[in-house]
């Protein structure tokens, strides 16, 4: 079953109210870590699909983070925590596709998504995107749920995509899927693929734009 846009905001705009409360903890590690590698790239981050902004307070106070999410009631989640919490290095919060965003090309040193590129419709038009809005040198940061190639696991993943796309996201998403668009898409370079919790489904991929 395939994901549209507006599916997808409903869909998160329900998850909002119970969003940390069910994927805070869960999703804890991986955050941490692509905020780290976010601060060690420096600049200015883009993170796409901020949802409510659980990873903001993560990023080192001298990294200008501008935030951007398909649903608007996880923003306003994020925009409370920012408030809460005094996190002045969050310069905005905007309602945005990940596949179209509106913003300048070359406008930041890294673009951070976390559990996002598989929760939108067509992954490769907003890997595009990311990659348009970086400056050469920065990273792509991702977090992801790589599916299985293989095996039982697969099977398992193809049933549940009916129910998961309601739910807002893919089960099935091979790591192929990045390998294949990193090696089509112009300067582009995989330097890391590291699995994360639970039960390594899940990995921090980072990417190099060289030109």
Not at 105 to 123: E, G, I, K, L, R
Request: net charge positive; with cysteine; aromatic share 8%.
């Amino acid at each position: 079953m395939a994901l549209d846009r507006d599916g997808v905001a409903r869909a998160y705009g329900r998850w909002a109210p119970v969003y940390d409360l069910v994927f805070g903890p869960v999703f804890a590690r991986g955050r941490s870590l692509a905020a780290a590698a976010a601060v060690r790239v420096g600049g200015r981050v883009l993170e796409v699909g901020v949802g409510t902004g659980l990873s903001l307070p993560a990023y080192a106070k001298c990294r200008s983070v501008f935030g951007i999410d398909i649903s608007a009631p996880m923003l306003e989640k994020a925009r409370d925590r920012v408030d809460r919490l005094g996190l002045r290095n969050v310069e905005r919060l905007a309602v945005m596709d990940a596949e179209r965003l509106d913003l300048p090309d070359a406008s930041f040193d890294v673009v951070v998504a976390q559990y996002v590129v598989t929760a939108v419709p067509n992954p490769e038009a907003a890997l595009h995107e990311f990659a348009r809005v970086l400056r050469p040198g920065g990273e792509i940061v991702i977090t992801t749920r790589i599916g299985a190639e293989r095996g039982l696991r697969r099977a398992i993943e193809h049933t549940l995509m009916p129910l998961t796309s309601r739910l807002g996201w893919r089960t099935e998403f091979s790591f192929a899927r990045y390998a294949n668009w990193a090696a089509t898409a112009p300067g582009i370079a995989i330097v890391e693929r590291r699995e994360l919790p639970p039960l390594g489904h899940f990995s921090l991929i980072r990417m190099r734009k060289t030109g």
